[in-house]
């Protein structure tokens, strides 16, 4: 279950993505606009994952982060920028690609099919639980994944391949509705899109 503040942050998620989005290859320079959200559980409640779907322009974007408490240096270079966050305090933005946290999330739920997070707000201390704006589904019906290796991360023009261990993972960046791959797949759908749309793959090599 994932627990969310109602909170302000400064700067905004979005105006962070913002001004990272141009320094990647499957950026784009234009202001991006959220179309929808979801998220993924860390089991030991520590690391928060969410996942943007983003409109910038014509183009379709998926966007990951994590939301840690406190720096890690072995991200440094993947790191979006931190935010000041008015329950929680300064928060430091990952592209979650690199994350490992949410990489084991991610196979996870495309592997095994285990569910996206419920969420659960939290207004003056009384939580409340609300529908995700994305719903995402795993193909996959794998017992369990395990332990994931160190990952190694390469961006292309419209993807982010990871290899951790045997895992290949691909996440997509630039998202096309036609869009179909063999395998274990996450695909979602959100509001004006009924039809599954590909988010990421994951196989063992």
């Known amino acids: 279950m994932a627990i969310i503040h109602r909170a302000d942050l400064r700067p905004s998620k979005l105006e962070l993505v913002a001004g990272w989005l141009p320094s990647r290859p ?3 320079a234009a202001g991006p606009e959220q179309v929808a959200a979801y998220r993924f559980d860390d089991p030991a409640g520590e690391v928060g994952t969410e996942t943007f ?20 240096p072995e991200l440094a270079e993947h790191l979006v920028g931190t935010t000041e966050h008015s329950v929680l305090g300064r928060r430091w933005c990952y592209d979650a690609c690199a994350d490992p946290v949410y990489l084991a999330a991610l196979a996870e739920v495309v592997l095994t ?11 003056d201390g009384t939580p409340e ?3 995700p704006s994305a719903r ?3 193909s996959g019906t794998a017992a369990g994944v395990g332990p994931l290796g160190t990952p190694v991360v390469a961006d292309s023009a419209d993807a982010t391949t990871v290899r951790a261990g045997d895992i290949e993972l691909v996440v997509r960046r630039v998202l096309d509705a036609t869009a179909t791959a063999p395998g274990a797949t996450l695909t979602g759908t959100w509001a004006g899109q009924s039809q599954p749309v590909l988010l990421a793959t994951a196989r063992r090599v």
């Open 129 to 131: 639980r609300r529908d």
């Open 53 to 72: 779907v983003l409109r910038a322009g014509d183009t379709l974007l998926h966007v990951p982060l994590t939301y840690r408490g406190a720096p890690v």
């Open 113 to 123: 099919g285990r569910p996206q997070a419920e969420e659960l707000v939290v207004t």
């Open 26 to 28: 499957w950026g784009v």
């Open 136 to 138: 995402v589904t795993g």
